[in-house]
């Protein structure tokens, strides 16, 4: 495809229990980015990756997120031990260039 | 680090009007200021970006402007269109470290 996939579109989780996200970036973008937004609330940077290193990660908002790249392509995140306050709808997004972001429509997390 | 205030939170304009959303940024090093279009069910999509050595920047209906000493930019959308009504986020950057911190969000809503 050509833009950005993401999936599951939609998650629906227990309380206590791990997900994991995946995105597919944009061929040959180097960069990618995770972002999560809460109902009417902006965009909370989390990670960011270039190639399969993580050069800043100071939004992860605990030890229970972490993400993953591997072959400077594909892009794990997981939530371990889920809570109600990560309900949220987390974004993927790729890049060629400085700044120029090109989104997924991002997984809705819903942790009951 | 960073931080993006956006205002309004909320704008209703009648079709054919124009529309102003404001954002201010505290860091004087960032100087990419992208704007980006969300709508409904969708990832938020690049419309238009200044870099800090220009002060204003027009694509069709759509400008901005940015005013470094001020530290605030400018969204202004002209002759507004239904299909306008959307979500618009503003952020900012630092070339070198490209991670994009966005604002809280304007939605646009346009009426016929």
């Known amino acids: 495809g050509a833009g950005v996939s993401q999936s599951p579109s939609n998650k629906v989780t227990e309380k206590g229990k791990d997900v994991e996200l995946r995105c597919d970036p944009i061929?040959?973008?180097?960069?990618l980015y995770w972002y999560r937004q809460s109902l009417g609330q902006g965009l909370e940077f989390l990670i960011y990756?270039?190639?399969?290193?993580?050069?800043?990660k100071s939004g992860l908002p605990s030890d229970r997120f972490s993400a993953e790249r591997t072959g400077g392509s594909v892009s794990t995140l997981t939530i371990q031990r889920t809570q109600q306050e990560d309900s949220a709808v987390y974004l993927c997004?790729?890049?060629?260039?400085?700044?120029?972001?090109?989104f997924g429509s991002g997984t809705q997390l819903s942790v009951l | 680090g960073e931080n993006v205030e956006q205002h309004p939170s909320t704008l209703s304009v009648q079709e054919g009007d124009s529309a102003v959303i404001k954002c201010t940024y505290s860091?004087?090093?960032?100087?990419?200021f992208p704007w980006y279009k969300q709508e409904l069910g969708k990832g938020p999509q690049l419309i238009i970006d200044?870099?800090?050595?220009?002060g204003e920047k027009k694509d069709q209906r759509i400008a901005v402007t940015l005013n470094k000493t001020a530290k605030h930019f400018s969204l202004h959308i002209t002759e507004t269109q239904p299909e306008d009504s959307a979500v618009y986020f503003c952020a900012a950057s630092k070339s070198n470290t490209d991670k994009l911190i966005f604002g809280t969000g304007t939605r646009l809503q346009v009426f016929p």
């Open positions: 997004a790729s890049s060629a260039k400085p700044g120029k972001l090109f």
């Open positions: 860091d004087s090093a960032s100087n990419y």
């Open positions: 990756f270039q190639g399969n290193s993580a050069p800043d």
């Open positions: 061929s040959g973008h180097t960069a």
């Open positions: 200044i870099r800090s050595n220009v």
